[in-house]
C-alpha cells in the first residue's frame, strides 16, 4: 500500500454509524476524509465532510478504504460504487447483502477486482472471545465439551420494545438469529470452528413484532463438541449495561469451566474446585462490546497497511449466512440440518 495511514469515507450516518465515526478517530493510522448518508443532515452531524451521494462522495475524497454502515439493499450497489472508484479496501456491516446469492455476487466481483472485502462481524473481536479463545488454545480446561450463551439483552417487552434505539427491528420477518444470533454462528465458529449439523427451535414471545425473539440453536461437532445458543429478548441479566455482552457464557472442559459475566469478566473454575480465577477484569469498555468496533477497524488498517492475514474476508462469511439459513430451515423443518453446504 504504500501509504502510512489509510483514507477512509463512510456510507451510513444512522444510530450504528456513531460507533464507527468515533473509533475511526481513535485508529492513529486511519484518517476519516467523508461520511455520506441520504439524509444529509445525519452526515453533517458527523463533523466530517459530509454528501448525500455516494459516487460524488468517492470522486471528491478518493478513499483508500470505504466503510458501509447501511442496512443490506444499499450493500451490493454500494460495493459495485467502490470497485467503480477504484477503492481498495470495504467494510461492510452485516447481515451481509438481502441474500446469499447476492453476497456471493458481492464477494465475487470484489475478488474479481483485487479489492479486499471484509464483513463487520465485531463479535468475535470482543476482548471477552479473545480471552476465551486463548485459554482454550492453552488447554486451561482440558477437553472441551460444551459452550452456552444465554443471550438475555431485555430489551424486548411491550409495545414499544426497540422503538427507542432499533426502531427496524419491530418489522423484520427474521430478527434473532438475521440481527443479533448471527453473531454467535461467527463467535462459536471463531472458538470451535465449521459445524457439523444444526438444530433450532424458534419462538415469537412478544406479538407487536414481525419475527422470532427468542429461541435456540445447537452446533454439532465431529469431536462430541456441542455448542448451544440459547436467546431470549425479553429477559435480562444480571449487568450494569445489558448491553456490553449481550448476556451470559458457559465453555466447559473435562479440568474446568469458563464462564462470561454480564460485565464482561471470563473467570475460570477448575473442575472440583469452589473458587473462581479471574482471567479477564471487567473494564470500563470505551465504545460497543468491549471496544469491538473498533478493534475490528484497527484490524483492518493493520492487515492493509503491514500486509497481514485479514479475518472475516467476504468469501469466509458466506459460511455464517449459510449457516444461518440452515438454523432456520431446522426451525421450519422441525428436524436437524447435516451436510451443510459451504460452496
Ligand atoms: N455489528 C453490530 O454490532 C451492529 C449493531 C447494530 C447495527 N448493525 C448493522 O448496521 C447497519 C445499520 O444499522 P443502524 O442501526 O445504524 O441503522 P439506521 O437505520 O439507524 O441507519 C442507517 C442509515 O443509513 C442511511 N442509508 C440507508 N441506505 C442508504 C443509501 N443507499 N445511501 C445512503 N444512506 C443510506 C439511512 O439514511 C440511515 O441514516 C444494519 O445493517 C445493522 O444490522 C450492526
Not at 478513499?63 to 467503480?84: F, K
Not at 463479535?123 to 488454545?137: G, H, N, S, T, V
Not at 414471545?205 to 422470532?212: C, K
Amino acid at each position: 500500500m504504500g501509504a502510512n495511514k489509510i483514507r477512509v469515507a463512510c456510507l451510513g450516518a444512522g444510530y450504528f454509524a456513531g460507533f464507527h465515526y468515533e473509533g475511526w478517530q481513535r485508529i492513529k493510522r486511519a484518517h476519516l476524509v467523508g461520511a455520506c448518508d441520504r439524509d444529509k443532515e445525519k452526515a453533517k452531524a458527523t463533523g466530517v465532510a459530509a454528501f448525500a451521494d455516494l459516487d460524488h462522495m468517492l470522486r471528491m475524497t478518493k478513499p483508500d478504504l470505504l466503510d458501509i454502515i447501511t442496512p443490506p439493499p444499499s450493500h451490493l450497489p454500494a460495493i459495485e460504487a467502490a470497485i467503480r472508484a477504484g477503492v481498495e479496501t470495504v467494510i461492510c456491516q452485516k447481515p451481509f447483502c438481502q441474500s446469499l446469492d447476492e453476497a456471493k455476487q458481492a464477494t465475487a466481483i470484489a475478488e474479481e477486482a483485487g479489492v479486499s472485502l471484509v464483513i463487520h462481524e465485531n463479535f468475535r473481536f470482543q476482548p471477552w472471545y479473545r480471552c476465551i479463545k486463548q485459554a482454550l488454545e492453552n488447554e486451561l480446561i482440558g477437553e472441551l465439551q460444551q459452550v452456552t450463551f444465554r443471550l438475555r439483552t431485555g430489551d424486548g417487552q411491550g409495545p414499544r420494545a426497540y422503538l427507542d434505539r432499533q426502531p427496524y427491528f419491530q418489522t423484520m420477518p427474521k430478527l434473532l438469529i438475521h440481527e443479533t444470533g448471527v453473531h454467535w454462528i461467527d463467535t462459536f465458529r471463531f472458538l470451535l470452528g465449521e459445524p457439523d449439523a444444526v438444530y433450532a427451535d424458534l419462538r415469537r414471545m412478544n406479538p407487536v413484532i414481525a419475527g422470532e425473539d427468542a429461541g435456540y440453536f445447537i452446533f454439532d461437532y465431529a469431536n462430541g463438541v456441542r455448542a448451544l445458543f440459547d436467546g431470549n429478548r425479553l429477559l435480562d441479566h444480571a449487568a450494569e449495561n445489558c448491553r456490553t455482552t449481550l448476556g451470559e457464557a458457559l465453555i466447559e472442559g473435562t479440568k474446568g469451566t469458563l464462564s462470561l459475566s454480564g460485565q464482561g469478566e471470563v473467570s475460570l473454575r477448575h473442575f472440583g474446585a469452589l473458587e473462581e480465577n479471574t482471567l479477564l477484569h471487567a473494564q470500563d469498555w470505551q465504545g460497543f462490546g468491549g471496544d469491538c468496533v473498533r478493534a475490528l477497524m484497527q484490524h483492518v488498517v493493520d492487515g492493509v497497511l503491514d500486509d497481514t492475514p485479514l479475518e472475516n474476508e467476504a468469501r469466509d462469511y458466506l459460511k455464517v449466512i449459510a449457516i444461518e439459513q440452515a438454523i432456520y430451515e431446522s426451525d421450519q423443518k422441525e428436524q436437524k440440518i447435516r451436510g451443510l453446504d459451504f460452496g
